[in-house]
């Protein structure tokens, strides 16, 4: 176990703290929180660790380089009774967040219920929220805060998402795409609306450019492939528009047997009010 701090001179760590160099080297270490409350006891107080005060978190990891440009090899966290933690990547630029860059991968996350709601604060667990038995997320991030690439995908015990997104360019003239996959996610369970609704399977794309409501220009699409609603299984009902110069044009339609439906809206965001317009 090691654990290092290092720079020039004082003078240095107030007025350069980018360069203040780090190196760590964890093997099986333990963080008890109520070794860490008898050295900040003010934290008793905080609503975000309250429930953490008789928690344990155990860690294994690397991390090297300076403030500004430092690499994380490999880090493991686990807690809880269910919750891991796996990460690595490389942050280059702290900590200026407007000049930060990161690389950062994230093969494992898993947790529960259980765990959740034992270490979250009340305000973070919405009472028409119900949390999912079992918790699963990997993902990557790249980039910076206005220009990157990420996708994460998380399995649960109620169904599973895939998300995909980027974004480039200037202030003004910014370049985006997103793409997203929900699969068998049991939203009446989510939502604690279990009577009226069941699963959804949905694939949906947005591509647009700006993000200024005057100077946007976006369109979408989307596949609802299923959605079990009021005792029925909606099917196959397919969405596109688009917003451009403030005016947007939404269509459904569906080749679902049962269900007529061919819908048309348009709208506006020019007025002092939202205007909408239904065909």
């Not at 160099?21 to 409350?37: E, K, N, P, Q, Y």
């Not at 009902?237 to 439906?261: C, E, F, M």
Request: proline share 4%; net charge positive.
């Amino acid at each position: 176990k090691h654990l290092a701090v290092s720079y020039d001179s004082l003078g240095m760590f107030a007025t350069h703290p980018e360069k203040m160099g780090m190196l760590a080297a964890l093997d099986s270490c333990v963080i008890d929180m109520r070794d860490v409350l008898c050295f900040a006891p003010f934290l008793k107080e905080n609503e975000y660790v309250k429930k953490l005060t008789a928690a344990r978190f155990f860690l294994s990891g690397r991390v090297k380089g300076a403030l500004n440009d430092f690499s994380i090899p490999a880090l493991r966290m686990t807690t809880g009774s269910s919750t891991l933690l796996q990460a690595s990547g490389r942050i280059k630029g702290l900590p200026d967040m407007d000049r930060a860059y990161f690389d950062m991968k994230l093969p494992a996350f898993t947790t529960s219920a259980r765990d959740l709601q034992a270490m979250l604060p009340d305000s973070l667990l919405p009472s028409d929220i119900r949390l999912p038995d079992r918790l699963a997320l990997q993902g990557s991030y790249t980039g910076s805060l206005k220009s990157f690439q990420t996708n994460a995908r998380i399995r649960s015990s109620m169904g599973n998402i895939l998300l995909q997104a980027n974004m480039s360019g200037p202030k003004g003239n910014e370049k985006y795409e997103a793409k997203l996959a929900i699969d068998t996610l049991n939203i009446g369970r989510l939502l604690k609306q279990d009577s009226l609704m069941g699963t959804v399977t949905l694939n949906a794309a947005v591509q647009g450019s700006g993000l200024d409501k005057k100077t946007a220009a976006v369109k979408m699409q989307a596949m609802l492939q299923q959605l079990y609603f009021h005792g029925y299984d909606y099917r196959d009902l397919k969405i596109t528009g688009d917003y451009q110069q403030q005016a947007w044009n939404l269509h459904g339609y569906t080749s679902d047997p049962n269900v007529r439906l061919d819908l048309l809206t348009t709208g506006s965001l020019a007025g002092e009010y939202p205007e909408a317009k239904l065909n």
